[in-house]
């Protein structure tokens, strides 16, 4: 018997060093492959930069989304401001000859893709080709697209170009019909994060803000589309409003294409443009390769750092999104490092928990005691993500940014109807009046209630307070524009919610002026992670769980999903927009 146990032992020991060392041998080949795709890319003559379907623009390290469970993703993630400094020197390198947009959709935000169009149109100050190609492309790539001198379609392609809408989904029936209770306080009748549990239609106030949103931003999208295509505004509308885009010979024909070729032709065409010879291969090179071919170069000395801050806002020290404990641990640093001389803080972020971002708030005014502080404004800075932006010298916004949303709110769902339905009920013991003020199963009391009420209206007094020292305007000027209430940048410069509409290179420049640099590089941070730390951050039991139910609903049901199960909506007084657009 002692020898069947040794040897049941025996194997049970080999199996598991056998299973660890597969482990280790699996992780190992990830890394070195994730690696592999890092080598440096040597550009070669008559070399064509391309922007196509593997190139996902971001603007934050801290939005890359490179694991163990998407390993097998190709798309290679390329910061915002590398992609903008690649095309800039592009345009002055000998090797390259052009640029072919080849992306029928477009990983990027609004804000991003303006940037990139404006440096594809100072690209081609210098006489070199922009050519751009698709098959079946959405809005957001054809916008990017139709900045090319030409813009060429396959025979059966298709654009979808259909102009903006937006769609809310509203859960209050839900929760009736299942006797789930929800408590909501908020300040701002613009504020509609919380419209989805208490109404079963978007409000008139509501209603209001998206339209004007939406018209700012599609005037502001269609009219570049319509002058880049050299079409008349009325006829754009006109081609928009009647889908033409969807088939091919109506696109060519109201000018949204300039021929219907196939993607070999294209390519081809490209090759006769560079005077190659039939077997001559055509040296295509990717926006991140590019990159990596000059990403050597010597950066000592003194650095202006962009500070990315982006996704929501939360309490804790995580390092996807904008967790507190982790900003106030990078600002510090740059405080104290001596070689940074000026900062820029990027914000892309609809805001979240008021606690985080009042802690984020307050070192960057410690910050900005020390060095200049210049903050510039992606797709969103939003309510919290406006908050934080308050410690700034200066503030850029982007034209279609959604900024504002100066707003407070709190969201305490109980289960009491439903629990009761089912046999379920409580009672309660406590030592104090209000020991027991909120409960899952019978909600808040008349206490509780008020109380909240009063943390909310305290928070958006604080709110307001910091937005009139930084904007330097009264209580009601900033009131009045409040409410919640999001605003497009170019409203948001009108209204004196931000200095100037400008780029985050025009933020960096300025950044740069005031802290009297002559020779300066841009420093990023957070710093990226390694290709090792981006396996390992997914091998925790939240997010296995939470990637496999994206995967099974798909990304936009999870994000449907996230609004009614979300912990971090629940447990705070939140300064956070309801919503957010995306150019499909």
Same mark, same amino acid.
């Given at each position: 018997?002692?020898s069947f146990f040794?040897?049941?032992l ?9 299973c660890?060392?597969f482990?280790?041998?699996?992780i ?22 391309t ?8 603007? @934050? *390290?801290?939005e ?8 097998s &993703?190709?798309? $290679? !993630?390329?910061?915002?401001?590398d #992609? ?10 000998d ?16 804000t991003?893709i303006d ?12 006489g070199k080709?922009v050519?751009a190609?698709?098959n ?8 990017l ?8 379609l ?13 769609e ?7 929760a ?5 209770g ?11 994060a ?8 978007i @409000? *008139?106030?509501?209603?209001e ?6 018209? &700012?931003?599609w $005037? !502001?999208?269609?009219?570049?589309? #319509?002058?880049?295509?050299?079409i008349?505004?009325?006829?754009f ?14 696109g ?5 294409a ?29 926006l991140a ?5 000059y990403?050597?170069e010597d ?7 962009v500070?990315?801050a ?5 309490n804790?020290d995580?390092?996807?999104?904008i967790?507190?404990?982790?900003y ?9 490092d001596?070689k ?10 609809p805001g ?14 410690q910050?900005k ?5 210049i903050v510039?404004?992606?797709?969103y ?7 934080i932006?308050m ?12 900024t ?12 009491k ?10 009672d ?5 009046a209000?020991s ?7 909600g808040v009391?008349?206490y ?7 943390s ?13 020292q ?7 000027q ?6 919640g209430r ?10 004196g919610?931000?200095?100037e509409l400008?780029t985050?290179?025009d933020a ?5 002026k ?7 590089h841009?420093s ?8 090792f730390e ?8 939240e ?5 496999i ?7 936009a049901?999870?994000e ?6 979300n ?5 705070e007084?939140?300064m ?9």
């Open positions: 018997m002692r040794k040897n049941v025996a194997n049970i020991v080999a199996i598991v060093l056998l660890a060392l482990f280790v041998f699996f190992m080949m990830l890394v070195f492959s994730s690696m592999g795709n890092d080598k440096s890319v040597v550009v070669k003559k008559n070399s064509v930069l922007i196509n379907l593997k190139t996902n623009i971001i603007d @934050s *390290p801290t890359e989304e490179m694991g163990l469970f998407n390993i &993703d190709k798309s $290679k !993630s390329v910061m915002l401001y #992609a903008l400094e690649a095309i800039r020197k592009a345009k002055t390198d090797n390259i000859k052009g640029i072919s947009i080849e992306a029928d959709h477009v990983h990027a935000g609004m991003q940037d990139i169009r404006n440096a594809l149109e100072d690209f081609k100050k210098s080709f050519y190609y698709g079946a492309v959405s809005q957001s790539s054809y916008y697209g139709s900045v090319a001198d030409k813009y060429y396959n025979p059966s392609g298709m654009i979808e170009l259909k102009g903006l809408a937006t809310v989904t509203f859960f209050k029936d839900f009736d019909k299942y006797g789930i929800i408590e909501v306080i908020r300040h701002g009748k613009f504020k509609s919380v419209e989805p549990f208490l109404r079963n239609d @409000s *008139p106030e509501n209603k803000q998206l339209g004007t949103l939406l018209n &700012d931003i $005037k !502001s999208t269609s009219t570049k589309m #319509a002058v880049s295509r050299k008349d505004t009325a006829q509308k006109m081609v928009v409003d009647s889908l033409y885009g969807m088939i091919p010979e109506l060519l024909k109201y000018k949204l300039d021929k219907l070729i196939q993607k070999t032709e294209y390519d081809q065409m490209i090759k006769s443009k560079l005077s190659l010879k039939e077997k001559e291969k055509l040296n295509k090179v990717s390769g590019y990159i990596s071919s990403a050597d950066k000592s000395g003194e650095k202006v750092a500070l990315y982006s996704g929501g806002i939360n804790g995580s390092y996807n999104e967790y507190s404990e982790k106030v641990k990078y600002i510090k640093n740059l405080q104290n001596d940074v001389k000026a900062v820029v803080f990027r914000i892309n972020s979240g928990s008021a606690n985080a971002s009042d802690e984020i708030l307050f070192e960057l005014q910050l005691k020390k060095k200049p502080l510039s404004f992606g797709d800075a939003a309510s919290g993500g406006y908050y932006a410690a700034a010298d200066k503030i850029y916004s982007e034209p279609n940014t959604l504002g949303s100066i707003g407070v709110f709190g969201v305490i769902p109980y289960y109807d439903i629990a009761n339905k089912n046999g379920i009920r409580s309660i013991v406590a030592t104090n209000n027991q003020y909120y409960s899952p199963l019978n009391t008349p509780g209630v008020n109380l909240i009420t009063r909310v209206e305290g928070t958006y007094k604080r709110f307001v307070h910091f937005v009139t930084n904007r330097k305007q009264t209580f009601e900033i009131d009045s524009v409040g409410g999001v605003w497009s940048g170019v409203r948001a410069k009108e209204i919610l931000v200095d400008g985050l290179n960096v420049q300025f950044a740069a005031k802290a009297g640099l002559k020779s300066y841009v990023s941070y957070p710093k990226r992670m390694s290709p981006q396996i390992f951050k997914d091998l925790n039991e997010d296995i769980s939470a990637r139910i994206k995967n099974k609903i798909g990304k049901n999870y449907i999903f996230q609004q009614i199960t912990e971090k909506l629940q447990s007084v939140k956070e927009m309801p919503y957010q657009i995306k150019i499909n």
